[in-house]
């Protein structure tokens, strides 16, 4: 469905991601992981057209998308999440979600509301006045208003405690059954892990490995570099 | 007791109708894109010209040149953005240089009202009776300026909270990127900020025009009483500028009487603004309704 194929990209001179190629199937969550600053996000501001590639192509189903602006994007069917200022800080919960639907002609706040309960609780609050976590639900289910196929999720735990971690990773796989894929980037790699069915590494902004995500989380190597596991004699 | 006079009242608050007009379009551009935008004092002055060619060039009622400023100038505020501030943004331009050019384009638009209708004073043609009201008395001109500004600002806050360009708009000034993310095309909605807040500040320009004379510095002579709305009511804030433009308006007929009651020159009149515009920026400097900066 996605598919990124030998992209490289970064700021001005700067190449940070260097000739990655990942794909998300049809009704995956794909997660990518990797240390601080290996271009995981940069990898995904240059899916999403915010950052220009240098080289390499980017297809959504049968297009090249390469070099349309995010507005369109949105339009093809594609939802981004970033990691930071991601809500309308002086609009209500409400009109957050009324932004997040602004190309739809019949927005179903509803079906949002059913994902997110606590966001109808709070329809009129502003937004800056939610808590990490709840701002973190209102910033994906922004994104979910116009029902993308695929939904790019930049680090959505990020400064959430472990018990929000997990509460938004249940939500994150309730969006897949419901029929969007996700490709997600996450520094919580163990909990994204879980959730997914397959799983990138990048190191250096190169590929370094992928696989299933049930065999990530089994991997000895990966287990101790990656997902924070100690060895069992270890102290 | 002149403090408690109605005169002044009335005064006060068809100065601060007419700031009211100015500031708002200002306050606007700046909360988008983030400059100041110096020729918003031209564009007040080219909606006042362009009023007087429909009331006395072609002898039309003021009321058709009020419409027809507001397009006009709205019109020449896209014009501004597509020409040169739009490429400024595409280059990554900063916020100074964005400024500077603010300066050259009013420069620009200045003289070329002076090369046509020269230096000289001008008047529009109207009439307006005077009415007797609670002691003061208020002309019919004054009611007009009272109730267009006081429609506008209801007209203004139902698009900001009721329809969806107003809330757009109002995404697009709080974060561009997402506002993009969200699918909204952030240049269009530019487009719609610079027509209405040019359109208000050629509103602003007739109604100054019709309160005092037309001069090619029209513009010019408010521009820092503006800044000091935008400024007391909070860069970026609507009803904060709503409220900083009658305060100001309040402060500088009252000034003027206190001016002359200690026997100095009413010509200091525009140091009121001064004066306030220094208080503020000392003591509050996010203003009366403003945030004070934050991190997201």
New interface residues.
């Given amino acids: 469905m996605l598919s990124v194929e030998n992209v490289s990209s970064g700021y001005g001179e700067t190449i940070i991601v260097n000739g990655v190629s990942i794909s998300v199937n049809q009704g995956e969550i794909v997660v990518i992981i990797g240390p601080n600053g290996c271009g995981k996000s940069t990898l995904l501001k240059t899916i999403f057209g915010l950052i220009k590639p240098a080289s390499g192509r980017i297809f959504f189903g049968d297009e090249d998308i390469n070099g349309l602006k995010p507005f369109e994007l949105v339009g093809k069917g594609i939802g981004f999440v970033a990691q930071t200022d991601n809500v309308f800080p002086s609009l209500s919960v409400m009109e957050n979600l009324e932004m997040g639907g602004y190309i739809c002609k019949n927005p179903d706040f509803q079906g949002i509301f059913d994902i997110f309960p606590i966001l109808r609780e709070k329809k009129k609050v502003k937004a800056s006045s939610l808590s990490g976590g709840e701002r973190q639900m209102l910033a994906i289910a922004r994104a979910l208003m116009t029902q993308p196929e695929m939904l790019l999720l930049d680090e959505p735990s990020a400064g959430l405690s472990p018990k929000m971690v997990e509460v938004l990773m249940g939500k994150i796989k309730e969006i897949k059954e419901r029929g969007s894929s996700v490709l997600l980037v996450e520094q919580n790699a163990k909990s994204a892990l879980r959730i997914a069915d397959r799983g990138y590494i990048l190191v250096m902004g190169k590929k370094m490995y992928e696989g299933r995500a049930c065999e990530m989380l089994d991997h000895k190597e990966i287990g101790k570099l990656y997902l924070g596991k100690k060895e069992v004699t270890g102290t | 007791m002149p403090f408690l006079d109605m005169q002044i009242i009335i005064n006060s608050v068809v100065t601060g109708s007419i700031y009211v007009m100015i500031a708002v379009g200002l306050t606007m551009i700046y909360r988008v894109l983030k400059f100041a935008n110096f020729s918003h004092a031209e564009l007040v002055t080219f909606g006042a010209y362009t009023a007087y060619i429909i009331n006395v060039s072609l002898g039309l009622n003021l009321f058709y040149g009020l419409v027809v400023a507001f397009f006009l100038t709205g019109l020449l505020g896209i014009a501004s953005d597509r020409l040169v501030f739009k490429k400024l943004r595409s280059k990554g331009s900063s916020v100074i240089s964005m400024m500077i050019a603010s300066i050259g384009i009013g420069l620009v638009v200045r003289q070329s009202i002076q090369e046509v209708w020269g230096p000289q004073i001008r008047w529009y043609e109207f009439e307006s009776k005077t009415y007797e009201l609670l002691g003061g008395s208020i002309t019919m001109l004054h009611i007009y300026i009272i109730a267009i500004s006081t429609a506008i600002i209801f007209l203004l806050h139902f698009l900001f909270t009721r329809t969806?360009l107003g809330?757009?708009m109002?995404?697009v000034s709080?974060?561009p990127?997402?506002?993009?993310?969200?699918?909204?095309?952030?240049e269009k909605i530019l487009l719609w900020v610079w027509f209405i807040g040019g359109g208000l500040a050629g509103i602003g320009g007739v109604l100054r025009g019709a309160d005092t004379r037309l001069v090619p510095l029209l513009g010019w002579e408010v521009l820092l009483s503006a800044f000091a709305v935008v400024i007391l009511g909070g860069i970026g804030s609507f009803y904060g500028a709503i409220l900083a433009a009658y305060l100001l308006g309040f402060a500088e007929n009252f000034g003027v009487v206190l001016l002359s009651e200690l026997s100095i020159s009413t010509g200091y009149r525009p140091a009121i603004a001064f004066i306030i515009l220094i208080l503020v920026l000392l003591l509050k400097p996010w203003g009366i309704m403003g945030k004070k900066e934050e991190g997201?």
Wanted: charged share 30%; aromatic share 0%.
């Fill in positions: 969806k809330k757009a109002r995404g709080d974060n990127q997402l506002a993009m993310a969200s699918g909204i095309d952030t997201s």
